[in-house]
């Protein structure tokens, strides 16, 4: 059985539709355009078999209404009122599969960057939107430190194999800032040298591991000494617990 490929296509400055392909079908994760999936799809002879959403923000959902007009297939989302184009409301627990590639996928509640984020988990892939990013994580637009770390903590319980497709190319500014969190943490000098390679050529990043993100990414090491002591410094006071740390540093990131 020929495995799924899995193909980025780009769209806006840095978003990835995810396009997860097989059999000559595809099934797109947040085409937040329409043009760049179209394109692709007909290049390849390609027949659209699903979409995927994440989250309700329009570079994640801009271009399912165009793709439905192409063709009419089932759009698995949140229970959000917000994604009218959804056919199929997903909720944490749920299972269901995308029988054109063969694929069960499992939904994850991760509420913080908007309140009704999820994620879909199968066949040790992940697809987390704009929650965890290699070696970062979203902005709190609807969600707390708490529902963040939570939601990180729920992933980071995943295998460490889990392939991590997260929804922008962030992962050199991400590791930047890593550097500054944690910087005695000597993961982070060799990521950075291996991305900025990868971006000097165009490549992308992604994706990552969970194995990676927890020996790397600072918003999932909240509890480390290194972290802990350079966001207690930023505080200017001693942090004692991890949803703290993960507060300071969300906020010294959004600042960087
Ligand atoms: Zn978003």
Known sequence: MPAIEIFPIRAFNDNYVWTLIKDGYAVVVDPGEAAPVLKFLAERKLTLAAILNTHHHADHVGGNEDLLRHRTVPVYGPDDDRIASVTQRVHEGDRFTLEEIGLELSVLEIPAHTRSHIAFFGDDLLFCGDTL????????????????????????????????????????????????????????????????????????????????????????????????????????????????????????????
């Open 133 to 256: 990013f290699a070696c970062g994580c979203g902005r709190l637009f609807e969600g707390t430190p708490r529902q963040m770390y939570d939601a990180l903590a729920k992933l980071a319980a995943l295998p460490d194999r889990t392939q991590v497709y997260c929804g922008h190319e962030y992962t050199l500014s991400n590791i930047r800032f890593a550097r500054a969190a944690e910087p005695d943490n000597p993961l982070l000098a060799v990521w950075e040298l291996e991305a900025a390679a990868q971006r000097d050529r165009d490549e992308v990043t992604l994706p990552s591991t969970i194995g990676r993100e927890k020996s790397a990414n600072p918003f999932m090491r909240c509890d480390q000494a290194g972290v802990i002591a350079s966001a207690s410094k930023r505080a200017g006071r001693a942090l004692g617990d991890p949803v703290s740390v993960l507060t300071e540093i969300r906020d010294w990131k959004n600042n960087f």
